[in-house]
């Protein structure tokens, strides 16, 4: 199928053309048809997999045919995190570039007076996080009566975010008259509650079964004790001489330590979290896709919404508590058709953790234990079930350097030679540990 027999107008297939795409994604082909013809679509899609042109081209499409010259908003987006706002806005100005609309997205964190200025010269579609529309909403600086589509993108973020009351207090003030789209990595019985509230006799489209990872992403694990963690991670990027890495945590400290270690082991790295301001946060993700930074270290919040081509290597240091973030973090990698390679580092207090991913994910992810750094930490949950150990032959998890502690050195001694033997050495190697 071509994007041509979508019913696109010619100035947005030219736009798609320029930016490379030569047929639309499985979630463009089924969902543009219902938007085109005016319904509501609830579909499950996960990023990477083209999901934000699957609403964009059929709305800017929709808002070009009945041209309305007015200042105030007819299109609302919702998104989760500021960089998903940007991200998004991103998308509309490319797809749009042939067509005359506005386009403005609003996020907290930055200046609100430039918002103002913009929302006040008028703007066609708006692309905002739900805490900095509520703050323009009691200001009295945006009008949304004239909103004739909503989109909830990320919706499951939304509400893992707490943005419930939020959206309601949004709606409410939206014409009952409109088109309604939900965009969601899963359907959880919220999700489904939400659609009900808000959408009308929706279309759903599911493109991949409900929590699936996507199948171009390879997926492994490798067992070891926390404290190692570290150093088996720079070991995998500088054995494997991944140039281009995004490693998550599940806090914001753990994120900036981890980043600062990885510099003093010498890889270029930076951590994004929520603490970090928007300009910081914009720079590190600039150095990153300029591959001036190896390493980037992200919490799952400040993560949703980076749109970074070709990433080929998300590495889960810890384990998320929600299985379903899993999905969402390595659907960093492998986007749009492309390779990647997702790797757990899974410490035996997150062993369960691990396994209610997998029940998830319902793929056999292959675990390796890396020599040199044997697990010492007793199983959560399960206990006393035997880690695996290197299942890979000469590859599975090894470089070729001698790694100081050697096979069976589980004491802390052993563990202590490695760490001082094994970094270095190891770098800029190119075997296939992973
Ligand atoms: P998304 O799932 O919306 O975050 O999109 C993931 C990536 O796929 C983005 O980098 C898009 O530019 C890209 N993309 C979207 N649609 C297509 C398409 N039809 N063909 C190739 N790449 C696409």
Do not use: C
């Not at 759903?204 to 409900?210: D, G, K, M, Y």
């Not at 234990?369 to 930490?377: F, K, Q, S």
Request: charged content about 25%; hydrophobic content about 35%.
């Amino acid at each position: 199928m071509s994007f041509d027999s979508l019913g696109l107008k010619a100035e947005l297939l030219h736009a798609v053309g320029e930016q490379g795409y030569t047929r639309p994604t499985p979630i463009q082909e089924r969902a543009i048809p219902f938007v085109m013809a005016g319904r509501d679509v609830m579909a499950s899609a996960q990023t990477g997999t083209g999901k934000t042109a699957a609403f964009t081209l059929p709305l800017l499409h929709r808002l070009s045919e009945q041209p309305h010259h007015q200042r105030q908003p007819r299109a609302l987006i919702l998104t989760p995190t500021r960089e998903l706002a940007a991200q998004v806005n991103e998308n509309l100005r490319a797809y749009g570039r042939h067509i005359k609309l506005r386009s403005l997205e609003i996020f907290g964190g930055v200046n609100i007076n430039p918002q103002i200025t913009k929302l006040q010269r008028g703007v066609d579609v708006l692309v905002a996080t739900p805490g900095r529309l509520i703050d323009h909403m009691q200001r009295g600086t945006v009008d949304l009566s004239r909103i004739e589509f909503l989109v909830l993108d990320e919706a499951d973020r939304m509400l893992d975010m707490g943005f419930r009351p939020a959206i309601e207090r949004i709606v409410k003030v939206l014409p009952k008259k409109r088109q309604t789209l939900l965009f969601s990595a899963t359907f959880s019985k919220e999700i489904t509650q939400l659609a009900q509230s808000y959408l009308e006799n929706p279309e759903r489209v599911e493109t991949s079964p409900p929590n699936s990872t996507v199948e171009a992403i390879a997926q492994q694990a490798f067992r070891v004790d926390q404290k190692d963690k570290r150093e088996v991670l720079s070991w995998l990027i500088g054995s494997n001489n991944w140039q281009q890495v995004l490693v998550f945590t599940r806090t914001k400290h753990g994120a900036n330590r981890l980043a600062r270690q990885l510099e003093t082991d010498g890889l270029p790295a930076a951590a994004i979290h929520g603490n970090k301001s928007q300009g910081a946060r914009t720079k590190a993700l600039s150095e990153f896709k300029k591959s001036r930074i190896r390493v980037l270290v992200a919490t799952d919040i400040a993560a949703r919404g980076l749109d970074i081509d070709q990433l080929p290597h998300v590495v889960n240091y810890d384990i998320p508590n929600v299985p379903e973030d899993y999905v969402h973090r390595i659907g960093r990698t492998g986007r749009a058709g492309r390779d990647g390679l997702a790797v757990s580092l899974v410490a035996g207090s997150e062993h369960g953790l691990f396994e209610d991913i997998r029940k998830l994910v319902r793929v056999d992810i292959p675990t390796y234990g890396v020599e040199g750094y044997e697990p010492t930490e007793p199983l959560s949950r399960e206990a006393g079930k035997t880690p695996a150990r290197r299942g890979r032959g000469n590859g599975g998890g090894r470089g070729n350097g001698n790694r100081g502690g050697g096979r069976g050195a589980r004491n802390s001694a052993g563990q202590k030679s490695a760490r001082g033997g094994g970094r270095g050495r190891n770098r800029g190697q190119q075997s296939r540990a992973a």
